[in-house]
């Protein structure tokens, strides 16, 4: 599902982020990507799900060669793809209901077919007060929930977290990895981005650990 070959990474004239990175994820994996404050761990990331273009080196993802794609090609390819951000990125005029539905309407599902999973959903993550609040009003927890929910409610084939935990506490952070973890049991490809030792425990799945700009499984 996840390829990527002697992959650099540099923005501008700067040093390069990333140095040969070779990484390989399979249909159904789940690993978490760890690396001290600065590593590059977000540009990977990014590149994972074509936000960023590698300065060098090759990736495939679905199969896909991304320097072959042209641009008609990559909303379809970012639609199997689901991105919990680091800054949450939820749009302040939109309630978290919408907020978390946007995936589905953009898709062009009538809210019909997917108002009972947004509530659902949104319960299990314990917004169900909030579905009607914006995003404004929310704290820094509640929006890091509002996004993971966004994130997972298309069922993607590949979830990239970047430290989804990193705004809650020790108990929602289990029940959050509990999510993803139903997710990857379902089918879904799971990569999380985290500095939470805890958490990775817990989950006792592969972890790839970058820094220097080399990725290296531990």
């Known amino acids: ?19 040969d990175v070779n990484f390989r994820m399979d249909v159904g994996e789940f690993a978490f990507l760890t690396g001290p404050s600065g590593a590059g761990k977000s540009s990977l990331l990014r590149l ?34 689901g991105v ?6 939820l749009l302040d005029h939109l309630t978290t209901y919408d907020n978390v539905a946007l995936p589905l309407r953009v898709a062009g599902h009538g809210e019909a077919s997917y ?4 509530s659902d959903l949104l319960s299990w ?10 995003p404004p009003v929310l704290s820094g ?14 069922k993607p ?8 935990t990193g705004n809650v506490d020790p108990v929602l952070a289990n029940r959050l990895l509990h999510l993803f973890v139903e997710l990857n049991r379902l089918g879904t490809t799971v990569l999380i981005a985290t500095h939470d030792h805890a958490l990775v425990q ?6 790839y650990h970058l820094e220097d700009g080399h990725l290296r499984l531990r």
Do not use: T
């Open 48 to 81: 994972l799900f074509l936000a960023q273009r590698p300065s060098r080196g090759a990736i495939r993802l679905f199969g896909e060669d991304v320097a072959k794609l042209n641009r008609k090609s990559l909303p379809a390819l970012r639609r199997r793809i």
């Open 141 to 154: 927890g509640e929006k890091q929930r509002a996004a993971i929910a966004r994130a997972v409610i298309a």
């Open 84 to 89: 919990v951000f680091q800054e949450f990125r």
């Open 157 to 164: 084939e590949l979830l990239v977290a970047d430290e989804p």
């Open 125 to 134: 993550v314990g917004l169900a007060e909030q579905a009607r609040a914006y």
């Open 1 to 19: 599902m996840v390829r990527l070959e002697n992959v650099g990474l540099r923005y501008g004239h700067g040093p390069e982020i990333l140095k």
């Open 115 to 118: 108002r009972a999973d947004v």
């Open 202 to 207: 817990r989950a006792r799945a592969p972890v």
